[in-house]
Structure formats: structure tokens, C-alpha cells
């Protein structure tokens, strides 16, 4: 009887379901944010001084890097949006995540690739990340507190996803929008 | 003419000087674009060996997943960098706090406190793997002639498995409240910590052993674990330990822990709604540990505690209960008679706590609180023989109103005004600047 908890642990350690750290690839978020796509192609972006000052200007953030990893999303010739990739540290670690954006650089659709945190890691969840739906740097709402909800207990990790959001839409804004 | 013909040289030479600096500039221009072309191919074939390593731990996802055209892989493939590659293995924090508190009643009973100094290190051994630690020193000095002291408030292995599972061995927070497991000073309003989650839940409460997490999916996530639990042979009934914090006077803090008896631990937390957490947990175990010639080896003490939290926009409203329980305690307490502090056979508290984001700018932002909090740290002791008891405690009750100005998001500096409905001269002023990073 003094056993049964340590039976219960071991009996959920091994029937549990079926996941891990590393949630997505990058090929099956670009597939998730445009199912209609049929072809992606690599659009790497280097922003000049300028646009990095204007990225700057939009996001109220550093634009840290020059260098973007940018896919387009075609169907046909048609551009439907692109996929910018990139990471922020949460609390301590790495999170991977993935920005879908429209032609007219508005969020189309977040996904988190990869979580390495002990907490916090219901920023995955599909009600959290639909928030930046359709949101856009012009917007002015893509901030916790202001358009965005914070979880409780991965306060950082929301901050530093949604600054990272917000980034990415300035950078789209400035450099990829038609 | 040798004369002519050296002036002539001379004045040539000079001639043709701007002109051959001029060639060795275009000349230099072509190397540097050279160069640059080089170190772009570099760059290039760089990012594609990471774009191969990256891609390589995503292979077991894709397997579950519908196979890709094979279109898109380059593309992706090509824009992926290596997460993992930018992050250090090994991750120090820190966070600590200095506060002064100022009985409005008492002025001489002023205080100022280095309240703790913690640091932290998180050393991941691989992707699953990782180990997390936190030292920590209270109240500046601790030596023997000092009332500091020094702790170890976590140290434990956690590895991720593959089912996403994740399983940690060692001394960690238990899994209760909302304040226990984020309890650096930028994480919650007030100079102190508030009363319901120190003196009913010991924060910071870590106990060792194992422990297990995982998520249900739709917002649920799950924690348990079987550890050591306290030790009531610790409880000194003529101090006033007891009626501070009953479980923080018999904690045992992976400090040659009795470990005859083991407790239990669960706790389920939902966070479905984007802003909203609801959850609970419960902790039970017995205390006695078959010590001979103690008179509460059937003790058993048990917690239990709701908790939720919403942060619509610029609010962030919480509230928490809490109730704790030793039942089993007749016996030991008829062997404390005389004394002023037996244990109680059951302590609780809440509390209710709005803050609201007034104002905000890119460097700081002013969050006024108030906060209500009721606690009883001696609500019903188990019954003794008429006249020999003592009476039960009265509750507590505290009104807290304040202010935190964050500084970034690192460092936080705060002021608040107690009020306490019972005893009254504890009503007092706290300042604070405290920090986490």
C-alpha cells in the first residue's frame, strides 16, 4: 500500500500521450499557416540602416538583427503571405516561433516550434496565440496588457514572445508589406 | 639637360602619384568586394550546414505529422538557423531584495533588511536534461553570532521524456498558491511577501524527492510527486514559532530530512482562457516518523489550497484560500500542557489582491494594489481536558495598499501602508527595491 503512489508515478510516466520539446518544424508551420500554399520559397531579408531605424520606430523595440529568415508562401505566382522565423529567450531559454504574416504585413498566425522551459509552456496554446490574429504593428495592440493577455506564472516568456511578435511586424511592415 | 631631365622625372613622378593612389584604391575596392562576395559564400554554406542541423531533431515530429511536399523543405530548410546553437548550456540568475519597514506605532522598531540575495544556475546537459539550482542568503551575514542564514532553496535534475513528460529528482517548490513558485520580487505587489502564502503556506516550501508534470491538453497542466514531508517533533510549543507559521516551524528543507514517512503531493492548474488561471492543489503526509517515545507519530498534516489569477488588459486581479490541517495531535499536545503554543489542528487563510497598470512608459510602469488578506495560524486545536487548553487565535486581518514602479522588467521598486485589524501595532510603512534578472 506505502507503494502505490511510486506505481502510480511509474504507470503515468509510461502510458502518457505523445509529445516533445521540439513541437513543430519549420516545413510543418509554414505548412499550418498556409495549407493552401503550394510552393515556399526562401525570401532572405537584409534590412538597411534606414529600415532598421524605421523597424525601430514602429516596434519601440532594438531590431537586434539586419538579417531576417523570411519564407514566401506561393500559390502559383500568387504571393498568399510569408513565414519569419526567429527566437527570444523566455526566462532562460530559447523559445522557437514562427510569425505568419499577410501580403499587407497584419499576423496571420503564430506558432511555437520549440519550448524549452520547465514553466510557462502554455504559450502553445491555440487561445493564447489567436490573439495576435489579424493584429498588425500599425495596430498599436500587439503588447501585453494592451491587446494581448498575459499567462499567469510565464509572465517573461508571453513578454518576450509578444515583443518578438510585435518586432516581426515591424520588420514586415517596413520591408515585406505590398 | 641632366637637370631638365630630372625635373622632368621629378615633376612625372609627381604627376603620376594621385594617379597610381588612384589605382591602388580601385585595385583595394575590388579586394574588399572580393572579400565580402567570399564571406558571403562563407556565410552561405554555413547557414546551410546549420539548416541541415536543425533539421535533423525535427525528423521524429515530422514522422507523426502528413508528409511534406517535398518543395518545401529547401525553403524552410534554408531559413531555419539553429535554435539550440544561440543559447548558452549554462544560465545564471539572480534575484534579491532590501526592504525597510516602519511601525507607524513603534517608531523605534524601525527596520532595514537585505531580506535575501539568491543566485541562480541552470546548466542544461542536452536537449531533455537540465539541472536547476538556487542559493540563497537571508539577512546579510550568516555566522554563528548572526541571525542570517544561507539555504539552498532548490537543486534538483529534471529530464523531459519522450512522451513530454517531465520528471524531476532532488529539492524543489512544491507546486502550491500562486506566490511559492514565482517568488522573485518583481513578481508580486507589496515590499513583503503577503501573510496567507508565508505564514499558512510556508513559501518558499521545497521539499525533496520526485516529482512528475505533464499536460491534459485545453489549457490543464498536472503536478505530482512523492517527497518528504515535515517534522513535527520540531514543534517547540514555548516559542512563538508555531503561531507565526505552523508548517514553517516543522518544514524540513531537505536539511537531514526525516524522511519514515513520505507525503503525496498534487496540483492541477488551468490556464484556457488567455489572462486566466484557476487551480488547486493538495499535499498530505504524516509528520510523526515513528520517533519512539513521541507522542504524535499518527499526526498527519494535510494542505490544501484554491487559487486564481486574471490579467484582463491593464488588471491583475488574484485571490487564494488556503487551509492546512495536523489532525492526530490530542496526545502530544496533553504533554504541552502549560505551555503557550500547542499545535492546532487546523490554520487558514485568504486573500483577495486587484492591482491595475495606472501608467507606463518605455522605461517604467507604475502598478497601484490593494489587497485584503484573513488568516488564522491556530483556528481549533484538538481537544484537551477542560482548563487545560489555550484558546484558539482570532483572525487576522490585513489591508495592504501600495504601489510597485517597475524599473525595465528587471527591477522593481516598492512602497505599501499595513493595516491589522487585530493587533494593531503592526500597522506599518514598507519600502523596498528589489530585482530578478
Given at each position: 500500500?506505502?507503494?502505490?503512489?511510486?506505481?502510480?508515478?511509474?504507470?503515468?510516466?509510461?502510458?502518457?500521450?505523445?509529445?516533445?520539446?521540439?513541437?513543430?518544424?519549420?516545413?510543418?508551420?509554414?505548412?499550418?499557416?498556409?495549407p493552401?500554399?503550394?510552393?515556399?520559397?526562401?525570401?532572405?531579408?537584409?534590412?538597411?540602416?534606414?529600415?532598421?531605424?524605421?523597424?525601430?520606430?514602429?516596434?519601440?523595440?532594438?531590431?537586434?538583427?539586419?538579417?531576417?529568415?523570411?519564407?514566401?508562401?506561393?500559390?502559383?505566382?500568387?504571393?498568399?503571405?510569408?513565414?519569419?522565423?526567429?527566437?527570444?529567450?523566455?526566462?532562460?531559454?530559447?523559445?522557437?516561433?514562427?510569425?505568419?504574416?499577410?501580403?499587407?504585413?497584419?499576423?496571420?498566425?503564430?506558432?511555437?516550434?520549440?519550448y524549452?522551459?520547465?514553466?510557462?509552456?502554455?504559450?502553445?496554446?491555440?487561445?493564447?496565440?489567436?490573439?495576435?490574429?489579424?493584429?498588425?504593428a500599425?495596430?498599436?495592440?500587439?503588447?501585453?496588457?494592451?491587446?494581448?493577455?498575459?499567462?499567469?506564472?510565464?509572465?517573461?516568456?508571453?513578454?518576450?514572445?509578444?515583443?518578438?511578435v510585435?518586432?516581426?511586424?515591424?520588420?514586415?511592415?517596413?520591408?515585406?508589406?505590398? | 639637360?641632366?637637370?631638365?631631365?630630372?625635373?622632368?622625372?621629378?615633376?612625372?613622378?609627381?604627376?603620376?602619384?594621385?594617379?597610381?593612389?588612384?589605382?591602388?584604391?580601385?585595385?583595394?575596392?575590388k579586394?574588399?568586394?572580393?572579400?565580402?562576395?567570399?564571406?558571403?559564400?562563407?556565410?552561405?554554406?554555413?547557414?546551410?550546414?546549420?539548416?541541415?542541423?536543425?533539421?535533423?531533431?525535427?525528423?521524429?515530429?515530422?514522422?507523426?505529422?502528413?508528409?511534406?511536399?517535398?518543395?518545401?523543405?529547401?525553403?524552410?530548410?534554408?531559413?531555419?538557423a539553429?535554435?539550440?546553437?544561440?543559447?548558452?548550456?549554462?544560465v545564471?540568475?539572480?534575484?534579491?531584495?532590501?526592504?525597510?519597514?516602519?511601525?507607524?506605532?513603534?517608531?523605534?522598531?524601525?527596520?532595514?533588511?537585505?531580506?535575501?540575495?539568491?543566485?541562480?544556475?541552470?546548466?542544461?546537459?542536452?536537449?531533455?536534461?537540465?539541472v536547476?539550482?538556487?542559493?540563497?542568503?537571508?539577512h546579510?551575514?550568516?555566522?554563528?553570532?548572526?541571525?542570517?542564514?544561507?539555504?539552498?532553496?532548490?537543486?534538483y535534475?529534471?529530464?523531459?521524456?519522450?512522451?513530454?513528460?517531465?520528471?524531476?529528482?532532488?529539492?524543489?517548490?512544491?507546486?502550491?498558491?500562486?506566490?511559492?513558485?514565482?517568488?522573485e520580487?518583481?513578481?508580486?505587489?507589496?515590499?513583503?511577501?503577503?501573510?496567507?502564502e508565508?505564514?499558512?503556506?510556508?513559501?518558499?516550501?521545497?521539499?525533496?524527492g520526485?516529482?512528475?508534470?505533464?499536460?491534459?491538453?485545453?489549457?490543464?497542466?498536472?503536478?505530482?510527486?512523492?517527497?518528504?514531508?515535515?517534522?513535527l517533533?520540531?514543534?517547540?510549543?514555548?516559542?512563538?514559532?508555531?503561531?507565526?507559521?505552523?508548517?514553517?516551524?516543522?518544514?524540513?528543507?531537505?536539511?537531514l530530512?526525516?524522511?519514515?514517512?513520505?507525503?503525496?503531493?498534487?496540483?492541477?492548474?488551468?490556464?484556457?482562457v488567455?489572462?486566466?488561471?484557476?487551480?488547486?492543489?493538495?499535499?498530505?503526509?504524516?509528520?510523526?516518523?515513528?520517533?519512539?517515545?513521541?507522542?504524535?507519530?499518527?499526526?498527519?498534516?494535510?494542505?490544501?489550497?484554491?487559487?486564481?489569477?486574471?490579467?484582463?488588459?491593464?488588471?491583475?486581479?488574484?485571490?487564494?484560500?488556503?487551509?492546512?490541517?495536523?489532525?492526530?495531535?490530542?496526545?502530544?499536545?496533553?504533554?504541552?500542557?502549560?505551555?503557550?503554543?500547542p499545535?492546532?489542528?487546523?490554520?487558514?487563510?485568504?486573500?483577495?489582491?486587484?492591482?491595475?497598470?495606472?501608467?507606463?512608459?518605455?522605461?517604467?510602469?507604475?502598478?497601484?494594489?490593494?489587497r485584503?488578506?484573513?488568516?488564522?495560524?491556530?483556528?481549533?486545536?484538538?481537544?484537551?481536558?477542560?482548563?487545560?487548553?489555550?484558546?484558539?487565535?482570532?483572525?487576522?486581518?490585513?489591508?495592504?495598499?501600495?504601489?510597485?514602479?517597475?524599473?525595465?522588467?528587471?527591477?522593481?521598486?516598492?512602497?505599501?501602508?499595513?493595516?491589522?485589524?487585530?493587533?494593531?501595532?503592526?500597522?506599518?510603512?514598507?519600502?523596498?527595491?528589489?530585482?530578478?534578472?
Open positions: 500500500m506505502r507503494y502505490v503512489p511510486l506505481t502510480v508515478l511509474a504507470a503515468c510516466a509510461v502510458t502518457a500521450p505523445a509529445f516533445a520539446t521540439q513541437y513543430l518544424s519549420p516545413e510543418q508551420a509554414e505548412k499550418l499557416m498556409f493552401e500554399a503550394d510552393a515556399f520559397r526562401p525570401h532572405p531579408l537584409a534590412l538597411d540602416t534606414a529600415q532598421m531605424r524605421q523597424v525601430e520606430q514602429a516596434s519601440g523595440l532594438p531590431t537586434r538583427s539586419a538579417q531576417w529568415r523570411v519564407v514566401g508562401a506561393y500559390k502559383g505566382d500568387t504571393l498568399l503571405g510569408y513565414m519569419v522565423l526567429d527566437d527570444v529567450i523566455g526566462k532562460f531559454e530559447l523559445i522557437s516561433y514562427a510569425v505568419g504574416l499577410n501580403p499587407d504585413a497584419t499576423v496571420r498566425q503564430v506558432e511555437i516550434l520549440a524549452r522551459e520547465s514553466h510557462g509552456s502554455e504559450i502553445r496554446l491555440p487561445a493564447w496565440r489567436r490573439q495576435f490574429v489579424g493584429k498588425s500599425r495596430s498599436g495592440d500587439l503588447r501585453i496588457g494592451a491587446g494581448i493577455n498575459n499567462i499567469s506564472g510565464a509572465t517573461l516568456s508571453c513578454t518576450h514572445v509578444t515583443d518578438g510585435r518586432r516581426i511586424a515591424a520588420v514586415a511592415q517596413v520591408a515585406l508589406a505590398r | 639637360m641632366k637637370q631638365r631631365i630630372l625635373s622632368a622625372a621629378l615633376a612625372a613622378a609627381f604627376l603620376a602619384a594621385p594617379a597610381a593612389a588612384l589605382a591602388q584604391d580601385t585595385d583595394l575596392a579586394r574588399v568586394e572580393q572579400l565580402a562576395a567570399e564571406l558571403e559564400k562563407v556565410k552561405a554554406e554555413l547557414a546551410a550546414q546549420r539548416a541541415q542541423a536543425a533539421a535533423a531533431p525535427a525528423q521524429p515530429v515530422q514522422a507523426a505529422q502528413p508528409v511534406q511536399p517535398a518543395v518545401t523543405a529547401p525553403a524552410a530548410a534554408a531559413a531555419a539553429p535554435a539550440a546553437a544561440l543559447a548558452s548550456d549554462t545564471f540568475s539572480g534575484y534579491g531584495e532590501v526592504n525597510y519597514n516602519h511601525p507607524v506605532r513603534n517608531a523605534s522598531g524601525a527596520q532595514t533588511d537585505l531580506r535575501r540575495a539568491v543566485i541562480g544556475i541552470q546548466h542544461r546537459f542536452d536537449e531533455k536534461t537540465k536547476v539550482a538556487e542559493f540563497e542568503w537571508e546579510a551575514i550568516a555566522s554563528a553570532e548572526d541571525s542570517g542564514e544561507s539555504a539552498i532553496e532548490q537543486m535534475v529534471e529530464r523531459e521524456f519522450n512522451n513530454g513528460l517531465r520528471g524531476k529528482a532532488g529539492l524543489f517548490l512544491m507546486p502550491v498558491g500562486l506566490l511559492n513558485q514565482n517568488h520580487p518583481t513578481a508580486y505587489y507589496g515590499v513583503e511577501r503577503n501573510f496567507v508565508t505564514a499558512i503556506i510556508p513559501t518558499t516550501w521545497r521539499e525533496a520526485i516529482g512528475l508534470s505533464g499536460e491534459f491538453g485545453d489549457g490543464f497542466t498536472w503536478d505530482t510527486g512523492l517527497t518528504t514531508g515535515f517534522d517533533t520540531k514543534w517547540d510549543p514555548a516559542s512563538g514559532e508555531g503561531r507565526e507559521s505552523p508548517l514553517g516551524a516543522i518544514h524540513q528543507e531537505g536539511q530530512a526525516k524522511s519514515r514517512n513520505l507525503a503525496v503531493h498534487g496540483a492541477l492548474n488551468w490556464r484556457g488567455p489572462g486566466l488561471l484557476v487551480g488547486g492543489s493538495v499535499f498530505t503526509g504524516e509528520a510523526g516518523h515513528k520517533t519512539p517515545d513521541f507522542a504524535g507519530n499518527d499526526a498527519r498534516v494535510t494542505m490544501a489550497e484554491l487559487h486564481t489569477r486574471y490579467t484582463p488588459g491593464a488588471w491583475d486581479l488574484s485571490a487564494l484560500w488556503a487551509y492546512g490541517r495536523i489532525s492526530n495531535t490530542e496526545a502530544l499536545n496533553a504533554t504541552f500542557v502549560g505551555n503557550p503554543t499545535v492546532p489542528s487546523s490554520f487558514a487563510g485568504w486573500y483577495l489582491q486587484a492591482a491595475y497598470k495606472l501608467w507606463q512608459n518605455a522605461d517604467y510602469a507604475l502598478t497601484p494594489f490593494a485584503f488578506e484573513s488568516f488564522n495560524t491556530a483556528r481549533t486545536y484538538a481537544q484537551v481536558p477542560a482548563g487545560l487548553g489555550v484558546p484558539t487565535a482570532p483572525y487576522e486581518r490585513v489591508g495592504t495598499v501600495g504601489a510597485n514602479l517597475m524599473i525595465g522588467q528587471g527591477v522593481v521598486l516598492k512602497a505599501d501602508y499595513q493595516k491589522f485589524r487585530e493587533d494593531k501595532t503592526l500597522d506599518r510603512v514598507n519600502l523596498g527595491v528589489g530585482f530578478a534578472y
